[in-house]
């Protein structure tokens, strides 16, 4: 693995401030969760993910990866998002959301805001700000696989998802293909597999929605043969 594919690799695991959440309960329960990350097959890190509550009707939600074998381990390479949003119905409606990767050899990071009040979208990735116009129930990358999560529990077989991305809102669309047995290191399962439907970057998600909100495993091409495999995930 290159230094460059390997920052590639990192800067595709991230596969919005504004007024109180109207809704009045969480359609879900705080959480932790723990993953293996995988690159061509290979340890690369560990991923953990947790939610909770942030209070005034916000929640936090952040991922963060540690690299623990080969060049990630070497270079120091970390990744950590944050996102803040409100309950929009089950769908986590964007507040804001921080991405920040750190290498020996190379810094990178974003911030994105939504002011609710004007319907803007407000991205800097220290180079000057961009700016476009938000759109209701819009959620951002790193909060993409707990919505997903929540829509498949509810049933939906086919979801369409409003997406902040860098310099739009972009309408993501999967669906779900059919049931797979996965094993991962939390166990055996009888999974949803989901792809997305709009683009060609080969991401696939296996959810037990029944059981938990995150994927026990996704895989996604995009900046290298990426794979999560969940290790634990415990409510609290």
């Not at 109180?20 to 991923?47: D, H, I, Q």
């Amino acid at each position: 693995m290159t230094i460059r594919s390997l920052l590639t690799a990192l800067l595709g695991l991230g596969l919005l401030f504004a007024t109180p959440a109207m809704a009045a309960t969480s359609p879900a329960k705080a959480f932790s969760a723990t993953y293996n990350v995988l690159r061509g097959g290979e340890p690369m890190g560990v991923a953990t993910i947790q939610l909770r509550a942030a209070g005034n009707g916000q929640w936090l939600y952040s991922k963060n990866v540690k690299g623990t074998s080969g060049l990630a381990a070497m270079l120091g390479a970390n990744v950590s998002e944050s996102s803040r949003f409100r309950w929009k119905g089950d769908v986590p409606e964007a507040i804001s959301y921080d991405y920040e990767m750190q290498a020996a050899i190379k810094h990178k990071q974003r911030h994105l805001v939504v002011d609710w009040t004007n319907n803007r979208v407000s991205v800097d990735e220290g180079k000057g700000k961009q700016s476009y116009p938000a759109s209701p129930g819009m959620v951002e990358r790193n909060t993409l696989a707990l919505a997903l999560g929540l829509a498949l529990r509810n049933g939906q077989q086919q979801i369409a998802l409003p997406v902040a991305v860098r310099q739009e809102v972009q309408t993501q669309n999967f669906e779900v293909i059919g049931r797979e047995t996965v094993t991962v290191p939390a166990g055996r399962f009888n999974a949803e597999r989901v792809d997305r439907t709009d683009a060609d970057h080969g991401f696939s998600a296996w959810y037990a929605a029944d059981r938990y909100l995150l994927p026990v495993k996704i895989s996604q091409h995009d900046g290298g043969d990426l794979v999560m495999e969940l290790v634990s995930y415990t409510t609290r």
